[in-house]
């Protein structure tokens, strides 16, 4: 039997070279206990309640280990370090979306001359391109703070209406689904129109913008995924895309990309493994609060939750037959987390 540890803090190891930290893996670490066989390595202490909680759901003890010899990375390779830096370099994206010239107004900041040339009438958002998604994001009317040892990227801040990604497994099959963030930019959840069948015409927004910007996108998507392939896709990624407002509905075609297992991949399979045939589903977090979420809603009948009670975020998964059936038992969920 293999044993795996979640490298949640990814982008620490691989561009920072700093071991991530423990708090953020166990914020994670426990949705392998649902998903996977072999063994965990881990030094969180679980309760008995909870780990007999695991196995009601799932079938199967979990099986966690605290020491362990060899281990591998479930949450990403890092095993050749310098190609999955460029998988996942935001770096990577802004000079291939500069390239297409999909993009207007997209800068990287590299010196004192690319900073004149934003536009101080504009306002921008400020990445570190180092970072997990939506960690430092800045807002700046073509002013902001640089350290010349580093680089940020620039890029027209625009009014995002919905956020979604396209995520590529190893043998090449493909996935959509929308992307619940906060105003940072931040993941709060992923919603699947229909599980079985998570297409780009299931999208809740679809069918709010015309034909001809989809086969536009599919086309953009095309050339992505061929530039993408310069290395073998070995443990799968996500293309981030959104729809913002600007005299009408638009499509930004490539955002991030993230070469290793996301949120969005996660809630794809806790969906087809513990949806119950119910065709929707949505995977939320929520605040932590005094009562564990998994005792708190025990007795909701489609409400599964995943996280422990005492991370970062509580986890759990809604399953309906329609987006309307979903929003009334999210509503009713929401309500009994509330109490």
């Keep these: 039997m293999k044993t795996f540890r979640v490298n949640a803090d990814y982008e620490s190891v691989l561009f920072r070279g700093q071991i991530g930290s423990p708090a953020l893996n166990h914020t994670l670490e426990f949705l392998y206990l649902f998903l996977e066989d072999d063994c965990l390595l881990t030094d969180k202490k679980y309760s008995t309640d909870y780990l007999d909680y695991i196995e009601k759901l799932t079938g199967k003890k979990p099986n966690i280990t605290k020491t362990a010899s060899k281990t591998l990375n479930w949450w990403g390779l890092q095993e050749n370090i310098e190609i999955e830096r460029w998988w996942n370099s935001k770096i990577t994206t802004v000079e291939f979306l500069k390239t297409k010239n999909w993009v207007q107004d997209l800068h990287l900041i590299k010196s004192d001359k690319d900073l004149s040339e934003l536009d101080p009438r504009k306002d921008y958002l400020i990445k570190d391109p180092f970072l997990m998604s939506g960690q430092r994001f800045q807002t700046s009317r073509g002013k902001i703070t640089w350290n010349q040892e580093?680089?940020?990227?620039?890029?027209?801040?625009?009014?995002?209406?919905?956020?979604?990604?396209?995520?590529?497994y190893p043998d090449g099959r493909t996935i959509f689904y929308e992307n619940v963030v906060d105003n940072k930019?931040?993941?709060?959840g992923s919603l699947f129109g229909h599980i079985k069948a998570p297409?780009?015409?299931?999208?809740?927004?679809?069918?709010?913008?015309e034909s001809?910007?989809?086969d536009n996108f599919k086309s953009q998507l095309a050339e992505?995924?061929?530039h993408y392939s310069r290395y073998p896709n070995q443990?799968?990624?996500?293309?981030?895309s959104f729809i913002y407002q600007d005299e009408g509905l638009h499509i930004y075609p490539l955002c991030e990309v993230n070469y290793r297992r996301t949120m969005g991949r996660i809630a794809y399979e806790l969906g087809l493994k513990f949806g119950g045939g119910k065709t929707f589903v949505g995977f939320f977090l929520a605040k932590t609060g005094n009562e564990p979420l998994w005792k708190k809603l025990s007795d909701k009948k489609d409400?599964?939750?995943?996280?422990?009670?005492?991370s970062r975020f509580e986890m759990f998964m809604i399953c309906a037959n329609s987006k309307e059936d979903a929003e009334k038992l999210l509503a009713n969920t929401q309500a009994?987390?509330?109490?």
């Design 150 to 168: 580093h680089i940020l990227i620039a890029e027209p801040l625009l009014k995002r209406i919905k956020d979604f990604s396209t995520y590529v």
């Design 336 to 339: 009994a987390i509330d109490l």
């Design 303 to 310: 409400v599964i939750v995943f996280s422990p009670g005492d």
């Design 212 to 214: 001809l910007q989809w």
């Design 235 to 240: 443990v799968g990624f996500s293309i981030d």
């Design 199 to 209: 297409s780009l015409d299931q999208l809740s927004f679809y069918h709010e913008l």
């Design 224 to 226: 992505i995924l061929s």
């Design 185 to 188: 930019f931040q993941y709060k």
